[in-house]
T-cell receptor
């Protein structure tokens, strides 16, 4: 069965510092991976997916199949990036499996 | 926002009582989902439905029931068999299940036990 692990429940950085939210997964096949974000008082929403290889709000994430990781990175964090971030995985023909989430706080 | 709505925003349940959470979407999506969100545990799938009149159990279906009589509606009933129902419940929908489809989430319902 697939599993997603986010080792950090809380992450705090200062504005302008680089930030990396870690995500590791276990699945023997080729998964599709996502990052979802939930800002305060807003709905959970898709941030980015690995298949698109895009940068959203300055965030990027690279799928590393060798390390089974999909870490989310941003070179210069902003206060508005403070939110709960969830890594998620879809295995072939299956449904979305979420990690436990990381609460990011960007301090001024 | 919009497209997928949940009601009520807050719901209180008494001991031994069944309560129903509403989820409606006007996105013409085939698939709908119910998740439970607890601090430190992420989102856990309760039930999902790929098409009208069909649904499957998720990872934590015990104590819950659903129906999918209409494409746009997927109500969740929290039964008295659910011993720890206090949580934030999220409904979501997508065009289909699997295949990397983006899920769109509702605003959530917070259930509290009296």
């Amino acid at each position: 069965a697939q599993r997603v692990t986010q080792p950090e429940k809380l992450l705090s950085v200062f504005k302008g510092a680089p930030v990396e939210l870690k995500c590791n997964y276990s699945y023997s096949g080729s998964p599709e991976l996502f990052w979802y974000v939930q800002y305060s008082r807003q709905r959970l929403q898709l941030l980015l997916r690995h298949i698109s290889r895009e940068s959203i709000k300055g965030f990027t994430a690279d799928l590393n199949k060798g390390e089974t990781s999909f870490h989310l990175k941003k070179p210069f964090a902003q206060e508005e990036d403070s939110a709960m971030y969830y890594c998620a995985l879809i295995a072939s023909g299956s449904r979305l499996t979420f990690g436990e989430g990381t609460q990011l706080t960007v301090n001024p | 926002d919009g497209g997928i709505t949940q009601s009520p925003k807050y719901l209180f349940r008494k001991e031994g009582q069944n309560v129903t959470l509403s989820c409606e979407q006007n996105l013409n999506h085939d698939a709908m989902y119910w998740y439970r969100q607890d601090p430190g545990q992420g989102l856990r799938l309760i039930y999902y439905s790929q098409i009208v009149n069909d649904f499957q159990k998720g990872d934590i279906a015990e104590g819950y029931s659903v129906s999918r009589e209409k494409k746009e509606s997927f109500p969740l009933t929290v039964t008295s068999a659910q011993k720890n129902p206090t949580a934030f419940y999220l409904c979501a929908s997508s065009m289909r299940t699997g295949g990397g489809e983006t899920q769109y989430f509702g605003p959530g319902t917070r259930l509290l036990v009296l």
